[in-house]
């Protein structure tokens, strides 16, 4: 689908910041390692044209639902502006927000968990039109519910008007929520995950509806997956996420033709895969999301990179998951052998650009340099060698000095915009 022409834009979001703080023991704040945070969303920017569908992807935990909630004003953020046609929302009073709630909305994933069972269709269609008063009296609210039924497909009007939840399958209630979401008449409709939980053949109807009511209720929408597939299907552009970062973004022909950054290459090599919450990176040197409290240092990206060269922000922490990776994949001998020579592997989490790699108990540090020597000869392309100044034995172990990393902001490629240390401008 390409892009439409940009009218004006609906939303301008800029340095977003939506920070978690998490419970850390007294032990951990007197030992001055309290006070961590998830940064859930760490610095997004982009703007949203009216009537364009921007998609957000990325593996669970990247930040997308915590950034789609932000827009909306559901969670408060930490720093940072959201624009509504100019208007700031960042900082508002909940008084302040509540009318401008009825042009932001949200579609959950769960439709059933969305719609309270104990009431009919036409009750829970009603109440939104009452809490904003749309609408003034009875028949109007009827009339309008009965409008609005209709034009996410659930007719006769009148036989799902006076229908509960249960009486509904799976479509259906996606169809219901849909319609609670859009009876205020929104501007927004952020989307988050609406059709991962329905069945095969009714995703695609339930995103054609989604893409109708665009057309003839002019929505603009934000779509959160993990599934590519039907982002492709659906957006005008996407963005890809990754701890909390916007790392790639351009429209759909730009992100799907020509993609930019290795992460984005991952996703989308990941496709063909049949169940799309499972269609994640499989294929990149290392394959677990570190953790969002502790997110690498320089592109934070750089642990999993095919592509990671020098600058991306080489630290201690990688020193420690090459050497596990390379004894678990070359088996009891090789760690028999090696394993001995390193003293508390713990002793590696620390973040920072120098590692400093202990001796083994009673083991010569002349004899730890030499054996990572030689791990560096067998393993040339192991992107972390890229990184390293300098290795030197000292009294208890090696010193290892990386070189600084960048953390790279979106840079401009020949298409899309993408946060990584190969697009930087000389
Ligand atoms: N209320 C909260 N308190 C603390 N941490 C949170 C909270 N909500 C989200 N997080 C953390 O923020 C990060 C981003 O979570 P978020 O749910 O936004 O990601 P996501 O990409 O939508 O993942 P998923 O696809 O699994 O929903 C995760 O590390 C998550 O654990």
Redesign the pocket.
Known sequence: MSAPVATKNLIEVRDLQVH?GLNTSFKSRLTGRGGAS?K?VDGVSFDLAEGEVLGLV?E???????LGRALLGLVRPTAGSVKLRGEELVGQPERALRPKRRHLQMVFQDPHASLNPGMTLQTALAHPLQIHKLTSGNAETEAKVRETLELVGLYPTERFATSYPSDLSGGQKQRAAIARAIITGPDLVVADEPVSMLDMSVRAKILDLMIDLKHRIGLTYVY?T?DLASAKFFCDRVAI?YLGRIVEIGTVDEIFENPKHPYTQALIRAIPEPNPDKALPRDLPRGEIPD?ARPPLGCAFHPRCPKAFDICGWESRDMRAILEQRWVEGGEDLYNAERPLVGDLEKLDEAGHDAFVPAGSGKDPGALLAMLEKIREEEPDEPLWKGVNAMNAEAHGVRIAFEPGIDPPLYDTDSSRAACLLYKPE
């Open positions: 978690f998830v859930a990325g669970s935990g990247s930040g997308k639902t915590t959160v993990h996420m969002a």
